[in-house]
């Protein structure tokens, strides 16, 4: 047996033999013979070990994780406490729940028209 300790602002997944077993909070955990963590500090997006979908099926991870998919002809803005930090593009994004508070607003880029006037005025502008 091993003991590890999980820090305020982390998580920890754990796995035995490529496989997802717990979900760890802040603390001091023993984890068996043959099993393998990964903590991950929670005041940054999360980059799964292992597909996103295999993980979700858990419901520990799945409450413990902002989930936003970004479809094609889209774009998601994201705030972390109020403040835009970030444009998210097509794909599957993951964000821990906690520490930061995020907010996120999906904008549809195929519908997006620019103006003939404004275009030429733009154009203008850059070549001045």
Known sequence: MKLIHVNAHQKALVFKRGDFVNL???GQHWLWSGQTVHLFDTTKPFVAPVDLHILLQHAAVHEALHVVQVNEQE???LYENGLLKQVLTTGWHAFWKGIVQYQFAAINIGQIQIDDSVGTAILQHKLV
Request: no cysteine; proline share 17%.
């Open 24 to 26: 760890l909070h802040p």
């Open 75 to 77: 774009i998601m803005l």
